[in-house]
């Protein structure tokens, strides 16, 4: 089956742009669960809006010389989390940009806090099964070496949702093209920006934000 993921990455478009701009110097943080869709969908993303895209969990590893596996095995959660929230305030000093966050890293309030005052934060929101689909795929999730992965997806789903529901934005992540979600994304950063489509720009096509349907390819964020 061809993965979506690989398509080559969409070109700037008009009404992306103007997005861009309207971010001024903020960056605009994807935050989500493990399985979201945040790095695949967030560079695709950063093709079409302009901007350089950084995963945070990519940054920590460099930081730290070692995996995010090897980081949890070695130090724990409490040192990684610690890690986590100095390489995200290094990223949003270094905006506009469009960076992929942990799936813990928005429960961190002092990182909340950093997000809300250097950027735009974008919930994509997954199903459960949705999300078992994609991380089952992957062995490389800390938080996952359970018994019972479903039940410790559950309950971080209880733990996170309340907590993601403050970002600026919410998408549903689902089984569509990344594109559509890319788009989606676009529409609703406009309109809470106030960013009128330039003049000529053709319409998308694409489902209003948050609205379910067809096939999406899996995501590339480590926690």
């Known amino acids: 089956m061809t993965d979506l993921a690989l398509r080559p990455p969409p070109e700037p478009s008009a009404l992306a742009l103007a997005v861009a701009r309207a971010l001024g110097g903020r960056s605009l943080v994807l935050i989500g669960m493990m399985g979201a869709g945040k790095s695949s969908i967030g560079r695709r993303l950063a093709s079409r809006m302009g901007l350089p895209f950084v995963d945070a969990d990519t940054e920590i590893e ?37 960076v992929a966050t942990g799936g813990g890293a928005f429960m961190n309030s002092g990182t909340r806090a950093l997000i809300g ?47 993601y529901a403050a970002a600026d934005l919410t998408v549903q992540s689902r089984e569509v093209p990344h594109d559509v979600i890319v788009e989606e994304i676009v529409t609703a950063l406009a309109a809470h920006l106030g ?18 349907s067809g096939p999406q390819a899996e995501e590339g964020s480590a926690s």
């Not at 974008?122 to 795929?137: H, K, T």
């Not at 096509?205 to 609205?211: I, L, S, V």
């Open 62 to 98: 460099l930081a730290a010389g070692m995996s995010i596996p090897d980081i949890f095995e070695a130090h724990g959660e409490d040192y990684f989390r610690a890690g986590e929230a100095r390489v995200i305030s290094r990223l949003l000093a270094e905006g506009p940009r469009v």
């Open 117 to 163: 005052a250097r950027g735009l934060s974008v919930w994509l929101n997954a199903e459960l099964d949705v999300l078992l689909r994609r991380i089952r795929r992957r062995s490389d999730r800390p938080l996952m070496q359970t018994p019972d992965p479903e039940a410790t997806l559950a309950k971080l789903i209880d733990e996170r949702y309340p907590v």
């Open 195 to 212: 960013v009128e489509p330039p003049a000529g720009t053709p319409s998308t096509g694409t489902p209003p934000a948050g609205r379910p």
